[in-house]
C-alpha cells in the first residue's frame, strides 16, 4: 500500500506536470467548471462567457468600444465611485458593530475604536473613503459632462446621476453627526438650521405664517421641517438616532436601488459613450 | 518677510478674490492652447506646489491646512485642477483636428470593438487597487479627527459645515437662509437635472471638444469652477470667527471688528432718494418695498424678453430651442447670475436686502 504510494509520487516527481497543465487540470476540472462554467478566458469563447456567465461581470456588455475603456477617456471615476461605496459598505458594517447611537455612548465609542483597537483604521478608511467618494462622485459628472454623454440617449441617466450625487452629499452629511464630537454636532446644527427657512415648512420661512387655520399658526418651531429632521428643536440625542438611520439603512438602500438602476441604463442606452 | 505676508494678505478681500477668480476663469477658457501644453501645465504646476510649500511656511496657513478634515480640500482641488486640464487638453487636440476636417481622437478607435475580459476587467482590477492602497496609506498616515465630546454649551466660532457645503455657507452672507440654503440649492439640482433637456446641440457627443459646444461648457464650468470650488476653498482658508474675512496668513482674530452698516433698497429710495418729501419709511410693507420688489419683478419676468429682442444671438437660441426650453435655461441662467449680481451691490453700494419684509420673513 504505501510502496504503491510512493511510487506513484516518484513517478509524478519524475515527469513534471508544465505550469501550463496544471491550469489546464484546474480549468477543466468539476470544481472549477461547476463554479464558472466555462475554460479559463483567454479564448474569444471563453471571454465572452466570463462575462455571460458571472453575476457581477454581466453588468459589462460582452465587447465594448475601444475609445470607451482608455483612461484618459473614463478617467475611472464612476467605477471609483462604486468601489469607494463598496469600501464604504463593507467599513461601515465593521463600525456598527462598535457603535452606538446614543448621547451616553456614541463619543466613547469612537474613542474606544481608537484607543483600544489595535491598528485600527476602520474609521479612518470610512471617513477619508467618504471624502474621496464625494470628489469621486464629482469627477464622474464633469467627465460625463465634458464628454457630452448626457446627450440623447441618456437625459434620464444623467438626471438619476443628479439624484446619485445628492445621496452621496446626503450620506457623507449624515454621517458626520456620528462620532458626536464638537465638529459633527456644529457642522450639523450650520447645516440643518437652514431648514427652518424652508418656504412654508419651515417656521422662520417665507410664507409659513399665512398657514394659519382660525389664528392657530399650523407651521410653528414644533412642528415644521426642521423639528421633523432633527426630532427636536436643535440637534440632541433624537437627531443623532435619525441620523443614524438614514445614515445606515434608509440613504444606502436608496442609493444603491439608484445605482442598479444607474449601472442597467448605462448599458439599456447603448454602452459606453462614444462619437458617432 | 512680514512685508510679503502683509501684501498679500491686504491682497486678499472677497472683492479681489471673486473678481480674481473670475479674471482666472477668462484666462483658462481664452487661453486654452497655450496653458494645456503639457510642459507649460507642467510649470504652471510646479509654480502652485512651490507657493504652496512655501505658504506651509506660514503658522496660522500650516494649522488650517493640516487639519485633518482640510486634506480632502486638497485632493479635491488639485484633482479637478487636473481633469480640468486633462479634458481641455483632449478638447484642444480634438478641436485643431475638427478644424482640418478630422474627426475627433475618440473616432479612430470608437468603432473597434474589445473584449471586455480582459481589456475592461484588467483596467477596473489595477484602478480599484490603486485607489485601495491610495485609501490605505492616507487612512494609516492621517487620524480621523475627533475633537470634544458634542455639547450645547459652548459654540465654536467658527462654526462650519462640511467641506462641501461651503460653498452654500458662503452664500449665507449674501441671501438670507431661504434662499441660499433652500431655494439655490434646489435649483442647482434642478438645473443639473436639466441640462440634457436644454442642451439641444447634437454636436459634442462622445468626445471631447470646447468649440463645439462652448455654450454648454462655459456656463457649467463657471459655475463649477468660480461659484462652487473657488467658493469652498474661500470657505475654508479665508473665512474665519465671525464669518470674518482674513488674508490667508491673517491670524483668526476673535475680536476683529468690521463694519457692516449695510442699507436696505427701500432706505435707498424712501430716506434718500425721495427724502426730500420727508415722508420716510411707509409702515405698510407691501408700499414700503415697491421699489424692489418692481426691481425684482423687472429682473426675472420683463428683462429676459427685453434682452431676447435686443440680442441676434438669443433670438437664434430662442428659435432653435423652442419657448419652454429657453425659458428654462433663462430663468436657471438668471438665477445663477443673482449671486454676483448681489456680490457687485452688496461691496458697491452696501445694499442689504433688495426686497425686505422680515415680518414673514421674504428677504432678498
Not at chain 1, 475604536?113 to 483604521?121: A, D, M, Q, S
Not at chain 1, 434608509?250 to 442606452?269: E, Y
Not at chain 2, 468603432?111 to 476587467?121: A, I
Not at chain 2, 418692481?294 to 434682452?307: D, K, T, V
Request: glycine letters at 8%; one cysteine or more.
Amino acid at each position: 500500500m504505501l510502496e504503491g504510494l510512493k511510487k506513484k509520487i516518484d513517478e509524478m516527481m519524475a515527469n513534471k506536470p508544465s505550469p501550463e497543465a496544471v491550469k489546464n487540470a484546474i480549468a477543466e476540472g468539476q470544481i472549477w467548471k461547476s463554479i464558472f462554467r466555462h475554460g479559463y478566458p483567454d479564448t474569444p469563447r471563453n471571454r465572452i462567457m466570463a462575462v455571460l456567465s458571472n453575476v457581477f461581470l454581466h453588468l459589462h456588455p460582452v465587447k465594448v468600444r475601444h475609445s470607451g475603456v482608455k483612461m484618459s477617456y473614463t478617467w475611472c471615476m464612476g467605477g471609483l465611485s462604486f468601489f469607494l461605496f463598496l469600501n464604504l459598505t463593507v467599513t461601515g458594517v465593521l463600525l456598527m458593530f462598535y457603535y452606538r447611537p446614543t448621547a451616553e455612548y456614541a463619543y466613547y465609542d469612537i474613542v474606544a475604536l481608537r484607543e483600544h483597537v489595535p491598528l485600527g483604521i476602520m474609521r479612518e478608511l470610512h471617513r477619508w473613503g467618504a471624502h474621496a467618494m464625494v470628489i469621486a462622485v464629482w469627477l464622474h459628472m464633469f467627465r460625463v459632462f465634458m464628454t457630452g454623454s448626457y446627450k440623447p440617449p441618456r437625459e434620464f441617466n444623467w438626471v438619476i446621476g443628479v439624484v446619485l450625487l445628492l445621496l452621496t452629499l446626503l450620506l457623507s452629511f449624515t454621517g458626520y453627526l456620528l462620532p458626536w464630537d464638537q465638529l459633527a454636532m456644529w457642522a450639523i446644527t450650520v447645516g440643518t438650521n437652514m431648514a427652518r427657512a424652508t418656504p412654508f415648512l419651515g417656521y422662520e420661512g417665507p410664507g409659513a405664517s399665512m398657514l394659519q387655520v382660525g389664528g392657530v399658526k399650523l407651521v410653528t418651531g414644533g412642528s415644521d421641517i426642521h423639528f421633523a429632521l432633527l426630532g427636536g428643536h436643535f440637534v440632541s440625542e433624537a437627531t443623532l438616532l435619525r441620523f443614524y438611520v438614514l445614515h445606515c439603512v434608509f440613504i444606502p438602500i436608496v442609493a444603491a436601488t439608484l445605482m442598479a438602476i444607474h449601472f442597467w441604463r448605462v448599458r439599456k442606452d447603448g454602452g459606453i459613450s462614444g462619437p458617432l | 518677510m512680514h512685508f510679503i505676508v502683509d501684501v498679500i494678505n491686504s491682497l486678499f478681500n472677497p472683492v479681489t478674490y471673486f473678481f480674481g477668480s473670475l479674471i482666472g476663469f477668462v484666462a483658462m477658457i481664452h487661453y486654452r492652447e497655450k496653458w494645456t501644453e503639457p510642459q507649460l501645465a507642467l510649470k504652471i504646476l510646479g509654480g502652485v506646489v512651490v507657493a504652496l510649500i512655501l505658504a506651509m511656511f506660514n503658522d496660522h496657513f500650516r494649522d488650517i491646512s493640516t487639519k485633518s478634515d482640510n486634506v480632502p480640500i486638497f485632493i479635491m482641488v488639485f484633482g479637478v485642477g487636473f481633469f480640468t486640464w486633462l479634458s481641455f487638453r483632449q478638447a484642444v487636440v480634438n478641436d485643431r483636428r475638427l478644424a482640418q476636417g478630422q474627426p475627433p481622437v475618440e473616432k479612430e478607435t470608437s468603432d473597434k470593438k474589445v473584449y471586455v475580459w480582459p481589456d475592461l476587467v484588467y483596467v477596473e482590477f489595477i484602478a480599484t487597487i490603486v485607489a485601495g492602497i491610495a485609501l490605505l496609506v492616507w487612512s494609516l498616515c492621517l487620524h480621523a479627527p475627533l475633537e470634544e465630546s458634542a455639547t450645547q454649551a459652548w459654540t465654536p466660532n467658527p462654526s462650519k459645515a462640511p467641506w462641501y457645503f461651503l460653498g452654500l455657507q458662503e452664500m449665507l452672507v449674501y441671501y438670507d437662509p431661504w434662499l441660499a440654503g433652500v431655494v439655490f440649492p434646489s435649483l442647482i439640482v434642478v438645473g443639473l437635472m436639466a441640462i440634457p433637456y436644454i442642451d439641444k446641440n447634437p454636436k459634442g457627443a462622445g468626445y471631447y471638444t470646447f468649440n463645439e459646444r462652448k455654450f454648454a461648457i462655459l456656463p457649467f464650468m463657471f459655475g463649477f469652477l468660480v461659484l462652487w470650488v473657488s467658493l469652498i476653498f474661500l470657505g475654508t482658508f479665508l473665512r474665519g470667527p465671525g464669518w470674518n474675512f482674513f488674508g490667508p496668513f491673517e491670524e483668526w482674530d476673535l475680536h476683529k471688528v468690521v463694519v457692516l452698516n449695510n442699507v436696505n433698497l427701500s432706505e435707498y429710495f424712501w430716506v434718500k432718494l425721495l427724502g426730500f418729501l420727508g415722508i420716510g419709511l411707509p409702515h405698510n410693507p407691501i408700499i414700503r418695498e415697491l421699489p424692489g420688489s418692481l426691481l425684482i419683478g423687472a429682473y426675472l419676468i420683463a428683462l429676459p424678453p427685453w434682452l431676447t429682442k435686443k440680442s441676434a444671438f438669443l433670438m437664434g437660441l430662442l428659435e432653435r430651442m423652442g419657448v419652454a426650453r429657453y425659458a428654462v435655461l433663462i430663468f436657471l441662467a438668471f438665477s445663477m447670475a443673482a449671486l454676483p449680481i448681489k456680490m457687485l451691490l452688496r461691496w458697491s453700494i452696501h445694499l442689504k436686502y433688495i426686497v425686505a419684509i422680515p415680518e414673514v420673513f421674504f428677504n432678498i
